[in-house]
């Protein structure tokens, strides 16, 4: 069997700013594979795709309710009929969208800088001749430590084993955009029951 063997390698450390704009980008992608998501998922359950364009689903419904037909000859009462009114009820007014969404980030983590170093920024042209002077930035290099108790070998101890980063995300119910609200309410005005039943009759 092969032995493994742990390469050590002298850690530099990492620009500031990725240390501390790679959390945020990572949670913005997550917000954005969510949505992307729960869209997916109101498209599939509520819409059918045909001939280039997305149509609602419509689940065909019956009401069936009990009526009084008055008399026709005489010595008899009214009669008790059923009449049925049909209707299509567009899948997206009753389906239960969640729209899920980050509210609250809380990162925590302590940094060791590492290094320092002055950026040139002039702009030089392909001849080589300065266009423009810039003042120069201060960039720093960092790594991740434990915390403010930690120092010497056991921040170094703490980066390669066990190095503290702690994120706690906290999401939540977010309202319906309103290009959706309006969507569900064009369809649930556009739900005109079929009336089936006689005219001139009485209901229970």
């Known amino acids: 069997m092969a032995k493994k063997e742990n390469?050590?390698?002298?850690?530099?450390?990492?620009?500031?700013?990725?240390?501390?704009?790679k959390p945020l980008?990572?949670?913005a992608r997550a917000q954005n594979m969510m949505s992307k998501?729960?869209?997916?998922?109101?498209?599939?359950?509520?819409?059918?795709?045909?001939?280039?364009?997305?149509?609602?689903?419509m689940l065909k419904m019956v009401v069936t309710r009990s009526f009084l037909e008055p008399a026709t000859k005489p010595g008899k009462g009214p009669e008790l009929k059923m009449i049925s009114t049909d209707f299509?009820?567009?899948?997206?007014?009753?389906?239960?969208?969640?729209?899920?969404?980050?509210?609250?980030?809380?990162?925590?983590?302590?940094?060791?800088?590492?290094?320092q170093y002055m950026v040139d920024k002039d702009e030089i042209d392909e001849g080589g001749d300065k266009i423009s002077a810039q003042p120069s930035s201060l960039e720093c290099l960092g790594k991740i430590t434990k915390g403010p108790g930690a120092s010497g070998e056991?921040?170094?101890q703490s980066y390669e084993n066990n190095s503290s980063f702690r994120i706690a995300v906290e999401a939540g119910t977010m309202p319906?955009?309103?290009?959706?609200?309006e969507i569900i309410n064009i369809y649930t005005n556009a739900i005109q029951p079929i009336d089936t039943s006689q005219k001139n009759h009485q209901t229970l």
């Not at 390469?7 to 704009?21: S, V």
């Not at 319906?176 to 609200?181: A, D, F, I, Q, Y």
């Open 7 to 21: 390469y050590k390698y002298e850690f530099a450390g990492l620009p500031i700013y990725d240390i501390i704009g």
């Open 25 to 27: 980008i990572a949670i």
């Open 37 to 57: 998501e729960q869209l997916r998922t109101m498209l599939d359950a509520c819409f059918k795709y045909h001939n280039g364009a997305y149509e609602p689903i």
């Open 88 to 115: 299509f009820l567009p899948m997206i007014t009753i389906f239960p969208i969640n729209a899920l969404g980050i509210e609250n980030v809380d990162i925590d983590f302590n940094v060791e800088i590492t290094s």
């Open 154 to 156: 056991d921040q170094e």
């Open 176 to 181: 319906l955009t309103k290009g959706l609200l």
